[in-house]
DNA sequence: CCTGAAATATATCAGTCCGATATAACGGCG
DNA sequence: CGCCGTTATATCGGACTGATATATTTCAGG
């Protein structure tokens, strides 16, 4: 997915500046669905004016910065509409948690328990974040149903490591050895 | 993360070539964790030989191309374990699907159960595959964690889609209209 | 038996994206 | 009054992805 086609889905919902945008896949209502960095937001708003799928107008704040709010436009919503009709690309999961979890065998478990204990931490923020962000009573159906589906997952996650966590205090404490190697995949013969 | 420590973390398990490092996060026990693709694998076991973190061997197959199988070194399993003793980033999810499925308000109702129906079939390809993967019992205490964790969000997304999809079927046929802007976060003025 | 698709295998590269950094104005706090 | 956190825009190097090229072999189907 293409950032500017984010862009465009953040000023589907609302007129928006490039680090409100970033607000709301940090904290908003994509929080859990995507990401897209400053890095990308900036030169996406240019390219938008260019292409005339957004306009901007610069507001003046009250002690604040000045503001460059984007608005969508007719070809914009073209645009995106366009774009959001292709076959989504499979879901992207990249943790590094997980990763260094399954490494475990080589650390002290001390240091996997606390891993672990960062890593309900993190879910119960996501949690918060969400509940925070408003009740599923006041969404739109769709809405409600991408809200629940994405709060059931992440209680699912914090119940699961809170009920197994048990089970890796009482691992036998390991040296750095090498276990036996994960099964091969795609070496079939 | 680095490539280049993902790399390594694969040669930890076990000898491996570019291509059946891809497959180990393909289709392997990295399959739900993290990804990354050939274009970083190439040039990062390269870099791996001149670091001297890994050795090279070219293994000629009956029946196939040949292969370079790389094994990794003392001083890459110190660098790999210096590196995965950082603090990890967050968890990234990035769903294309989800992202779409939030203008389901612009979209037709059909072509919404479709997505879901699609998304459906995703994930239950990807708890099949891990199934096929092995049997928890085989596995070491940590990946079994792992393991289990990954089957238990994977079966709980299947779970909710499936139970939840009928409340998108008796949606009001929309036509592409704005519905109230989603709330704003970080504007709280 | 021949064709073409799929799998195995390596490699490169253009374009895109991220993360870090710079800049700046303001509020609040001790 | 200096310092930190927040709001706000912008840029850039380096890293990564996705597509593409190349080559060989197996296997299903006509």
């Known amino acids: 997915m293409d950032a500017k086609t984010l862009c465009l889905g953040a000023l589907m919902h609302r007129d928006a500046s490039g680090y409100e945008i970033r607000k709301l896949f940090e904290d908003g209502p994509f929080n859990a669905i995507h990401d897209v960095s400053f890095g990308s937001i900036y030169p996406c708003l240019t390219a938008l004016l260019e292409r005339e799928w957004a306009t901007c107008c610069i507001t003046e704040q009250d002690g604040r910065p000045d503001k460059k709010v984007y608005s969508i436009t007719d070809a914009g919503r073209s ?111």
């Open 79 to 189: 645009a995106f509409l366009e774009a959001i009709s292709t076959t989504p690309a499979p879901d992207k999961m990249r943790s590094e948690m997980l990763f260094i979890l399954s490494f475990g065998d080589h650390l002290s478990r001390g240091h996997v328990v606390s891993l672990v204990d960062r890593y309900i931490d993190e879910y119960e923020q996501h949690l918060a974040a969400m509940q925070e962000y408003g009740a599923p009573e006041d969404f739109a159906p769709v809405h409600r149903f991408i809200h629940e589906f994405c709060a059931t997952i992440y209680q699912t996650a914090v119940d699961y490591l809170k009920q197994h966590r048990a089970e890796l205090t009482t691992l036998p404490e390991t040296e750095d050895e090498i276990t036996r190697p994960l099964k091969a995949v795609g070496d079939g013969r």
